[in-house]
């Protein structure tokens, strides 16, 4: 993220680094739980019981607050065949567009999710297996996880509003549009220098 992003967009794009940290962590965890959980099966014929539902739960609630971060890092896939063939301005309103449309998928979603979340905690909800989890917890880590990409979208949004109003096209670009080609080569010459290099052979 630019250095001239507001603060508020950094302090998001912080607790979204977090949240993808602390996810990827829970699914590198999940897949260990399933390989000992298979060994087990294999080798003593016994099984811990839950792995399978332990990743599902994992893997929601990470994806869920991948998004954010992915929407920050400017990464989620967009058709760029004619976007680059426009006016600076054409791409400003296409980025505006496409950033709009998503606060309203998004906004679809984390409503119905909080639905799905007050409704366990009304009846109580817990799952139809050994394990008995209560619903509510998986479910507010999920729910937190959409609410906070809405968070970022709205965000998002008001600053774009706010250079657009300034007159400032490249820098509501570089905030919520594609990256460039010069971009992607900056980053990825970036990541080569941050490689270790390997030792020459004597």
């Not at 680094?17 to 099966?41: C, E, P």
């Not at 992915?70 to 989620?76: E, I, N, V």
């Not at 998004?106 to 209560?134: C, M, Y």
Request: net charge positive.
């Amino acid at each position: 993220m630019s250095s001239a992003s507001p603060i508020a967009v950094r302090g998001l794009e912080r607790i979204a680094r977090i949240g993808a940290w602390i996810g990827g962590l829970g699914l590198l965890a999940a897949s260990w739980l399933i390989v000992i959980d298979l060994a087990a099966r294999k080798l003593a014929g016994i099984s811990l019981g839950g792995a399978d539902e332990i990743a599902g739960y994992v893997l929601a609630v990470s994806s869920a607050w991948a998004f954010p971060i992915t929407l920050l890092r400017r990464s989620h896939i967009r058709v760029d065949v004619l976007y680059t063939h426009f006016s600076s301005k054409t791409r400003v309103a296409l980025d505006c567009f496409a950033l709009a449309c998503l606060s309203v998928f998004v906004g679809l979603l984390t409503f119905h999710a909080w639905g799905v979340l007050a409704d366990s905690i009304r009846f109580h909800s817990v799952s139809n297996t050994p394990l008995q989890v209560p619903q509510w917890i998986p479910q507010s880590l999920w729910f937190a996880g959409y609410a906070f990409f809405l968070l970022t979208i709205v965000v998002l949004g008001a600053c774009a509003l706010a250079r657009l109003m300034a007159g400032r096209w490249q820098a509501v670009n570089e905030l919520i549009g594609i990256h460039t080609l010069d971009e992607e080569i900056q980053a990825e010459t970036q990541s080569a220098d941050l490689r270790p290099r390997s030792q020459p052979q004597r």
